[in-house]
């Protein structure tokens, strides 16, 4: 439905969860994408899946020397690039009384300030080709808050107030930002919930069960394609209705 055929995608946290099903619905839409994690064998599987000749830059995105390799390898790899997904991300819960200052500096660091470095990075391309499409996973988290994940929540904010920031900058280069929201998403993590855990989760999502990563994947194809040119700065909330705004 939406054809990326020709453009040239970097996924961040390719290797398993919503990142790969990203990557695999870019591929299928038609773009040549770019594989980035730190598990170079899930990445090796994802590029399996997808069938097609995916480029894989391993990157640690907690170190910044390596953050800022991953867009020129991706440029080299690619030919340039039109998409960027800042999918990766980490969490480090623990009450703010208790919540240590690595766990705060690692969360914010892989969450926030590497997206924003490779926001940064993929800019002159995008802006001299005057096309681009810069797509941050954040969290219904970042939108309602969460007790117990304060760093994560504002890593996650933080990333939908940069994008809207940066789209103000960009639009009238054809270059959108926006964000995403997933809200509970059905993963090997949620498989462990007993069943208690899982009707607490439910009572509050009023679709009533789990999203997939297919159904975040979908959206995100959705905003690097040209049917979303006039789409800039939104946060399209995916969470069965949890926060509705």
Avoid at 162 to 179: C, D, G, P, Q, Y
Avoid at 224 to 236: E, F, I, K, P, Q
Wanted: charged share 20%; with cysteine.
């Amino acid at each position: 439905m939406f054809d990326l055929t020709g453009k040239r995608a970097l996924v961040t946290g390719a290797s398993g969860g919503i990142g790969r099903e990203i990557a695999k619905a870019l591929a299928a839409a038609g773009a040549t994408v770019a594989l980035s994690g730190t598990r170079t064998g899930a990445l090796e599987d994802t590029a399996k899946e997808i069938g097609k000749d995916c480029p894989i830059l391993p990157c640690n995105l907690s170190k910044l020397e390596e953050v800022d390799r991953l867009v020129p390898a991706a440029e080299a790899a690619l030919g340039g690039l039109d998409i960027l997904i800042n999918n990766a991300g980490v969490t480090r819960d623990n009450l703010f009384m208790r919540m240590k200052d690595e766990e705060w500096d690692e969360v914010i660091a892989i969450n926030l300030t590497a997206a924003f470095h490779l926001n940064r990075a993929v800019l002159r391309g995008m802006m001299k080709q005057r096309w681009g499409r810069i797509v941050g996973i954040s969290s219904v988290v970042g939108v309602m808050g969460n007790p117990g994940q304060g760093n994560y929540a504002a890593s996650k904010a933080g990333l939908i107030g940069m994008n809207k920031a940066l789209a103000h900058e960009v639009a009238s280069r054809n270059i959108t930002v926006n964000s995403i929201a997933p809200g509970f998403i059905a993963s090997a993590m949620t498989d462990e919930l007993n069943d208690k855990q899982r009707e607490s989760i439910l009572s509050g999502v009023p679709a009533g069960r789990l999203g997939t990563a297919a159904e975040v994947a979908a959206c995100a194809v959705f905003l690097a394609s040209d049917a979303a040119a006039y789409v800039t700065g939104h946060t399209l909330n995916v969470n069965g209705g949890m926060a509705m705004i």
